[in-house]
């Protein structure tokens, strides 16, 4: 049982890791840059996974209703989530600045690309239609409040909901999704040629995304947030920035995905790969997304790229333990 446990956990998460690792390797030897990772990430979120998602929504069973609790699961949870973020970024983090990069930190994961790849890993191609439309669920809420939460802290101005509306009405994930529903009772008619055209695009999205994180995974700024902070005597400021880092990624890492996984396991009651699939998204690291968000909010770009970093090398340790131990405790 104990060699079984090793063997899946390493088998779901060791083709993620070794993709981002290549990643790194490229980027070292310069044959990767930001240019190319920027243009892939445009490509990846506008073409390549929108339409890996429509294929499989529109390839997979179109009744959903067996889903209520896994998207029930998703829903109460990030809300949650996001809620007791905001109330504990009022009481504890003084700067009001920086409280959207806390809050985001905590709910924000990077499920559409790395819980999807892990999903994938665990349960095959049997999962995707499902995950895909929780994905979809959960980056509705992610922009939802990631827009409330930066708004609240960063700007004077109230959210513009109607703003908000056609931001997540033009989300390509969204999209697509809504169209592999839509398409998936008339799907034979739908040419060959063109399906097959969509598969070769969709192919490439997860080896690109994973080696486009690697790649974009920023050492330097990681050193940089802790000679800033020598730098400046160890100012107040940079040391709160600091612990809200730190405290963001431990809540990102650990309290989130056991939270997410109680709440699925005793209130929905979900089954192994349901509560599996719960698990390998939360476990992701922030999503990438933040850090444009912050920056055009005209927030600390440095603090967000720092909690990315972070979360990411941690990710890969807290994601392989924890599917371990669950797949010891026979929950996943």
Known sequence: MLLSSLQFSLSVTLPTILMMLLGIFLRRRQILDDRFCEMASKLIFN???????????????SE????????ATGFVGTVLIYLLAEMGAAKYVKERRYRGIFVQGTFRSNSAILGLALAINAYGNSVIGAVSVYTAMLIILFNTFGVITLTLSLSDNKPNIGRLLISIAKNPLILATLLGMLANPVQELIPKSLMQTGSYLANITLPLALICTGASLNFKQL?????????????QTSNQVSQIVWASSFIRLLIAPMFMLMLGKFVFQLDPM?????????ATPVASATYAMVRNYGGDATAAANLIGITTI??????????FVLRQLGWV
């Open 274 to 282: 349901s509560l599996g699939v719960v698990f390998l998204t939360t």
């Open 223 to 235: 050193r940089k947030f802790k000679a800033q902070s020598e730098d400046e005597n160890a100012s």
């Open 314 to 323: 941690g990710s890969i340790f807290t994601s392989s333990i924890g599917l």
């Open 47 to 61: 073409f390549s996974l929108p339409t890996l998602i429509f294929l499989n929504v529109l390839k997979s069973p």
């Open 64 to 71: 959903y209703t067996g889903q209520f609790s896994l998207l």
